[in-house]
C-alpha cells in the first residue's frame, strides 16, 4: 500500500535531514519520495504526524528474546511485539540460546521465526566458539552464510588467549565482526556489584573495574595483532571507554556501545539490595557513568542498546547475589535516551543516531536511515507525551525493570516495517 507520512518532522542522520518533510512510501515498503512526491504518486494511506518526531526504526545490537530454551521468560513473538511498540525495527540476538546458536540451522531457524510474525527483523550473533565453551571455534564462516552478522562468545569468557587469537585471525581472513564482552573472569571471581562503596556496605562481592579494563587491554592486543574488525559490548567503566579511545586514535578497527541503563543509574541505585539493579557488567559509581556520558559526545560510544533481558518474577525474588542478572529493557530505550537529549548532553539528531544508523553500520545492515530506495523502517514518537511507566503498559513479557513507576518524556505512536505498520498506539 502506498502511503504519505505527512506534517511530520523528519529526523534522518545518516542524510543530514533535519525539518520538517513529509516521507512518501511506495507499494513495495521503501522510500519512494522525501519533502515532495514523485511523479504520478497516489497515496492510499496517510498518517497524519502533526507535532511528531519522523525517525529511521531503531536498532538495537543486543536484545535477549528467551527462544529457544526459556521460554518461560520471554518468546520471539512476546518480544518482537515489545520492540515495535517501543518504535524498534532491527534486533540483533546473542547466541547463548538453548541450544546456542553454533550451527546454521540455529541461526535460520531464529530468523524464520521471525519472518512468521512480520515485526522487527532479528539479525542472529553466531557462537565465537562451539557451545560458547572457549575451546573450539565455530564454524564462523557456514554461519555468516547463515545470516549471522557478527560472532561473540557472549558472556562466557575465552579464557584461552590463543583460542581467542585464532578467533579473531579466522574472523578477520572472512571480514567478520567479532563482539567482544571483555571482562577477567578471575577478576569478577563471582562477584554481583561494583567493587565500591555500596558493595562494601551491603557485604556483597564485588567487581573491580580492572575486570572490564584488564579483558579490554588483552582483546585491544590481539586485534592489534590480527587485524580483526571488533566491537566492545556493554562498557561500564570510564576507563574503558577511554582506553577505546585511544585505540581508535590508533587506527584500530574498533568500536563500542553501552547500554541506555548505564548511562543513568549507578551503584547507589541499588539502595537496599534492589535485585532490579543487579546486571552485568555492574552499575557502577557517578565518575564511570560521567565517563561513559562523554564518550558519547567524543563519538568513542557510537551506540546506545538495550541489552534487554526479560525475566520472570521469581528471578529477581533471590537474595541480590543469587538474582539473576539483566533489565526487561526494549521499551525504556528510546525514552531514556530522549532524556540525555532533555539534559542537554545530546541534541535530538545526535541520540537518534545512537539507536539508528551507526548500530546499524556496526553490524552492516542497509537500515537505519530513510534514504529514497531504503526500505521504510519507521518510526513516529510525540516528544512531548509524558507516560509513567507502569507493569501494565509493558508490552514485554518481562516485568523486571528499575524505572517502574519513572516518568518519562516522549512515547512512539507509530512503528513501520517494510512501509507496512506494525503498531499503532495511543495518540495521547
Known sequence: MTLVIQGGHLID???????????????????????????????????????????????????RLREPGLEYKATIESEVHAAVAAGITTLCCPPDTLPVIDTPAMAQMLQSRAWRFGLAFIHPLGALTQRLEGKLLADMEALDEAGCVGFTNALSPVTDTL???RALEYAATLDLTVFLHAEDPWLRNGGCVHEGEVGTRLGLPGIPEAAETVGVARDLA?????????????????????????????GLPVSADTTAHHLH????????????????????????????????????????????????????????????????????????????????????????????????????????????????????????????????????????????????????????????????????
Open 13 to 63: 542522520p545518516a542524510n543530514n535531514v533535519d525539518g520538517k518533510k513529509d516521507l512518501f512510501i511506495d507499494d513495495g515498503g521503501f522510500v519512494a519520495g522525501v519533502g515532495k512526491a514523485p511523479p504520478g504518486f497516489k497515496a492510499k494511506k496517510t498518517i497524519d504526524a502533526r507535532g511528531r518526531i519522523v525517525c529511521p526504526g531503531l536498532v538495537d545490537l543486543r536484545a
Open 163 to 165: 583460542v581467542m587469537r
Open 222 to 250: 590481539l586485534i592489534e595483532q590480527t587485524g580483526c574488525r571488533a566491537h566492545f559490548c556493554g562498557l561500564s567503566s570510564a576507563r574503558a571507554a577511554a582506553m577505546v579511545a585511544q585505540a581508535q586514535k590508533k
Open 265 to 428: 543509574l549507578t551503584e547507589h541505585d541499588i539502595g537496599d539490595f534492589n535485585t532490579q539493579c543487579h546486571v552485568r557488567p555492574p552499575l557502577r559509581g557517578k565518575h564511570d557513568r560521567e565517563g561513559l556520558r562523554k564518550s558519547l559526545k567524543t563519538g568513542a560510544i557510537s551506540a546506545i542498546c538495550s541489552d534487554h533481558q526479560p525475566h520472570e518474577p521469581d528471578a529477581k525474588l533471590a537474595p541480590f547475589a543469587r538474582s539473576e542478572p539483566g533489565i526487561s529493557a526494549l521499551e525504556t530505550l528510546l525514552p531514556l535516551t530522549l532524556r540525555l537529549v532533555d539534559e542537554k548532553l545530546l541534541t535530538l539528531p545526535e541520540a537518534i543516531a545512537l539507536l539508528t544508523h551507526k548500530p546499524a553500520g556496526i553490524i552492516g545492515v542497509e537500515t537505519g536511515q530513510l534514504g529514497i530506495g531504503a526500505t521504510a523502517d519507521i518510526c513516529i514518537f510525540d516528544p512531548e507525551i509524558r507516560w509513567t511507566l507502569t507493569g501494565d503498559k509493558l508490552v514485554s513479557r518481562g516485568h523486571n525493570t528499575p524505572f517502574l513507576g519513572q516518568t518519562f518524556r516522549g512515547k512512539v505512536t507509530h512503528t513501520l516495517v517494510g512501509g507496512k505498520l506494525v503498531y499503532e498506539g495511543s495518540k495521547t
